[in-house]
């Protein structure tokens, strides 16, 4: 069922869990996060980067590929389908084409500017149903072209952007996209703290989900987060898988170079990372 992400992640507020975006780059990454999601009767958010967007032919070829794969694989869990950074043109683009759900990404510009256009994209998005994100203070690291600096949010920024009637805030507290680096200092919960604060029942999301520790999760979620965006992690797993079948020479035995069977242990491993992620954020159960 896609459905917008605003219920789903109040509940997950309400009850002291996250809902996984996981980032999807074609079909099998499609299949196997929603597959997972069934099997688990987990609520989730497929994230598309403008980037993924690009690399899928477009935004409209994404969402009639999602929506048809719900119908086809007869999914019943809620499924919000949800651009990731996205640029002003971008949450336009996807209102079209069909999303349910839009993050607007504008962090970078000085925070007059971010309130003027994410209260405007606010206006648009709840009028065609959509649910929408903003940030504050930059997430470190690159996801997909969009690099950020990496700066905690201040809290009084957080609270203008959250009174704009926005659904979920994403908001920079030392997270970074990718790896983490050895010497990272971990995640700022002082800063968190002060932004649960400031912005009440306001879902809190928390970018960069990969690497990051379990205690550290458990924690960011006891403090207001009920969205973490994993996408590095699904990359690594599929990357790990699909090179442990090419160096056992099985794409050489019989019809092993079949891509639905050169692919199937990298889209196993997908589904292996999705389960452990909804199991650590609490979401199993929870559709
Ligand atoms: P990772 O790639 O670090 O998991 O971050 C994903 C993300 O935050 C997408 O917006």
């Not at 990454?29 to 993924?52: D, F």
């Not at 969009?146 to 959250?162: F, L, R, T």
Request: charged content about 25%; some cysteine; glycine content about 12%.
């Amino acid at each position: 069922m896609l459905v917008s992400a605003t219920e789903m992640l109040k509940k997950a507020k309400a009850g002291h869990y996250a809902v996984g975006q996981f980032n999807i780059n074609n079909l099998e990454w499609t299949k196997s996060i929603l597959a997972t999601a069934q099997e688990l009767n987990s609520p989730v958010i497929l994230g598309v980067s403008e980037g993924a967007g690009k690399y899928m032919t477009g935004f409209k070829t994404v969402a009639d590929m999602v929506k048809a794969m719900i119908e086809e694989m007869n999914i019943t869990v809620p499924v919000a389908l949800h651009l990731d950074h996205g640029s002003y043109d971008g949450c336009y683009k996807c209102i079209k084409a069909g999303f349910s759900s839009i993050m607007f990404d504008g962090s970078h510009y000085p925070i007059e500017e971010n309130v003027e256009k994410t209260k405007e994209l606010v206006k648009v998005a709840h009028a065609m149903g959509l649910s929408i994100e903003a940030e504050v203070g930059s997430i470190g690291g690159e996801e997909d072209g969009v690099v950020g600096m990496g700066e905690c949010a201040d809290p009084n920024e957080c609270k203008a952007i959250a009174d704009l009637g926005i659904d979920f805030l994403a908001a920079g507290i030392g997270n970074i996209h990718g790896k983490y680096p050895e010497n990272w200092q971990g995640l700022s919960f002082d800063t968190l703290a002060a932004i649960q604060e400031k912005t009440g029942e306001m879902p809190l999301v928390l970018h960069g989900g990969t690497g990051i520790p379990a205690d550290m999760i458990k924690k960011a979620i006891d403090l207001g987060v009920a969205k973490i965006n994993v996408n590095t992690e699904c990359q690594l797993s599929f990357a790990a898988a699909t090179r442990e079948y090419i160096e056992a020479g099985k794409d050489q035995q019989g019809k092993g170079f079949d891509p639905r069977k050169l692919l199937a242990p990298g889209a196993a491993a997908i589904k292996e990372t999705v389960k452990e992620k909804m199991e650590l954020f609490g979401s199993v159960g929870k559709a």
